[in-house]
């Protein structure tokens, strides 16, 4: 069964830096593709940064671009969302989601993890 535990979520203003961590278990290919999506209150839900397992990065959102970054950690199955220089708008609550096709299709997602609250206030 596969898993995502994404955590790392809290409360930082503005100009302020968080990491977010997605912890992945039981998929079943050596291929894939871990996304991270957001979702604000009244908002449908975007995709912002996606990494497949060899490192190609897939960027879904221009407004994050120079200030979020995305990695992984084959070893530990983990990909990472460090966000810097983080706005109000921002706030949102995000979600990991694995594509086993591996194409970072940001329709594809398979698996969704739990989201976890980043809200960017003052």
């Known amino acids: 069964e596969v898993q995502l535990q994404a955590s790392g979520g809290g409360q930082v203003q503005p100009g302020g830096s968080l990491r977010l961590s997605c912890a992945a278990s039981?998929?079943?290919?050596?291929?894939?593709?871990i996304g991270w999506f957001r979702q604000a209150p009244g908002k449908s839900r975007e995709g912002v940064l996606c990494i497949t397992s060899s490192g190609l990065i897939t960027v879904y959102a221009d407004s994050v671009k120079g200030r979020f970054t995305i990695s992984n950690d084959n070893a530990k199955n983990t990909v990472y969302l460090q966000m810097t220089n983080l706005k109000s708008e921002d706030t949102a609550t995000y979600y990991c989601?694995?594509?086993?096709?591996?194409?970072?299709?940001?329709?594809?997602?398979?698996?969704w993890g739990e989201g976890t609250l980043v809200t960017v206030s003052s």
């Open positions: 039981g998929i079943p290919f050596d291929d894939y593709a």
């Open positions: 989601g694995a594509d086993l096709t591996a194409a970072c299709d940001v329709y594809a997602t398979d698996y």
